[in-house]
């Protein structure tokens, strides 16, 4: 009687069912939240402590040691064959904006905890951490990469000090976890850190209108945000003739057109006015005050201000004419980033080497790769979105898309050590 031959694994059998136990745990993860029937999950929440209790618990059978930091967010180590090599971080985000999807950041942190189950308890002769930042959304207290600015000491003495709908501040909600978690390790970086790779949905529509699976990023658009307000005079709806009204909305409303002109006419930039208070708010009465939200995204910086500048002359331009109040503000920018040439080489070859097309692209969305980018040399990979969603419900990932990216992430760890090196060997000439 013959025996059975070893088992044939038929090609990618490895990647695609990875990618299906990734989509699996997308789905549980999406079950911790603070609203039912929605996805909402926040920095430091109890829905977050859910979270982090399940992916512990994979992280450990995969063979990490597992920590949580001062900051809140998530850590598994995969040793090395020799202890302090470098050390390779894949990370992402769990928490969500509300009423979220459920790929956004998380599966970014499941693939690179597929990519160290892959390895099957193996050790290699770098190590790997992921990692998954407890907050890059900023719901909680309208700042964002709370968890990985912690990781590169970039929360300053002012950020601490920014408070919740429920008047606490960052400070007393560090200060309250450190307590109720007593084992919580530093969230710095350690030193033997040698580069950072994330995973990333596009949130885009580029790579599905292209048929495209994978791309790499090589840059990060920078961003101003920013708030445009309009002080007019509140009025009766009836007794208020239309030549001698200040109506602070009509004023808006206006100005809300010269934003879409001004940066349809810039290629590459892009702005939005995504929120808009009106005051007093009531059918009966010519509104008197509207606070309008403003972020401006640009690859250029340069353009993005200029951009940003001419938006707001406008606005003036409008309170002018309409006899309409005008203040604004600056609450928010970031600067461009371009992420490390010779590590998107890298990843641009794990995808070229995978059957992927070598694609690059700009990132349009903030990333904890851009806060991280400066001090650690960094990568990204961007999946597909079909149909450009993300930041809803209906936000979906292909299931060939997760296996393509494991694929791409196994060649890439194959290809890391000769990126080493080549780096050692740079340093010493």
Not at 3 to 20: D, F, I, N, R, S
Not at 231 to 256: I, Q, S, Y
Not at 299 to 323: C, M, S, W, Y
Not at 383 to 409: C, Q, T
Request: charged content about 20%; proline content about 5%; aromatic content about 6%.
């Amino acid at each position: 009687m013959k025996t059975a031959g070893p088992v044939v694994e038929p090609e990618g059998y490895l990647e695609h069912t990875l990618a299906q136990a990734v989509l699996e745990r997308c789905d549980a993860l999406a079950l911790f939240t603070e609203r039912p029937g929605q996805i909402h999950r926040t920095f430091l929440s109890p829905a977050m402590a859910a979270c982090h209790a399940e992916l512990r618990r994979w992280m450990a059978a995969a063979g990490m040691r597992v920590a949580i930091d001062i900051a809140g967010n998530v850590r598994g180590h995969y040793a090395a064959e020799k202890p302090m090599a470098p050390r390779l971080i894949i990370a992402s985000h769990l928490d969500t904006v509300p009423h979220a999807g459920r790929y956004d950041g998380v599966l970014g942190v499941l693939l690179g905890l597929a990519l160290v189950e892959s390895l099957n308890h193996k050790p290699l002769s770098f190590e790997i951490e992921v990692i998954g930042f407890s907050d890059e959304e900023g719901v909680r207290f309208g700042f964002p990469f709370i968890g990985s600015r912690a990781a590169i000491q970039q929360l300053q003495s002012e950020h601490l000090q920014l408070r919740d709908a429920d008047g606490h501040s960052l400070a007393d909600a560090l200060s309250a976890f450190a307590e109720s978690t007593p084992e919580a390790g530093s969230a710095i970086f350690p030193e033997n850190s040698a580069a950072y790779l994330e995973f990333h949905i596009e949130q885009g529509p580029v790579l599905d209108h292209e048929n495209l699976s994978l791309a790499v990023v090589e840059s990060i658009a920078g961003q101003s945000r920013g708030s445009v307000t309009f002080l007019g005079r509140a009025g009766h709806a009836g007794t208020t003739p239309m030549d001698l009204r200040r109506d602070a909305l009509m004023a808006a409303a206006e100005w809300l057109l010269e934003v879409e002109a001004i940066a349809t006419a810039n290629p590459s930039a892009v702005a939005t006015a995504g929120h808009v208070d009106c005051e007093p708010g009531v059918a009966n009465t010519v509104p008197g005050l509207v606070r309008c939200t403003l972020d401006v995204r640009a690859p250029d910086d340069k353009q993005r201000r200029r951009v940003f500048e001419r938006i707001l002359a406008a606005a003036e331009n409008t309170g002018i004419r309409r006899h309409i109040g005008v203040s604004h503000r600056l609450d928010y920018d970031q600067p461009s980033i371009r992420l490390d040439e010779s590590l998107t080489a890298l990843a641009q070859q794990a995808l070229t080497q995978t059957g992927n097309q070598p694609r690059r692209m700009v990132s349009g969305a903030g990333h904890d790769a851009m806060v991280i980018a400066p001090y650690l040399r960094s990568a990204m990979i961007f999946l597909r979105s079909p149909d450009g969603i993300s930041h809803h419900p209906d936000e979906s990932v292909l299931s060939g898309d997760v296996a393509a990216a494991l694929h791409a992430g196994r060649e890439f760890l194959k290809l890391f050590p000769s990126w080493l090196e080549s780096r050692q060997l740079s340093c010493t000439t």
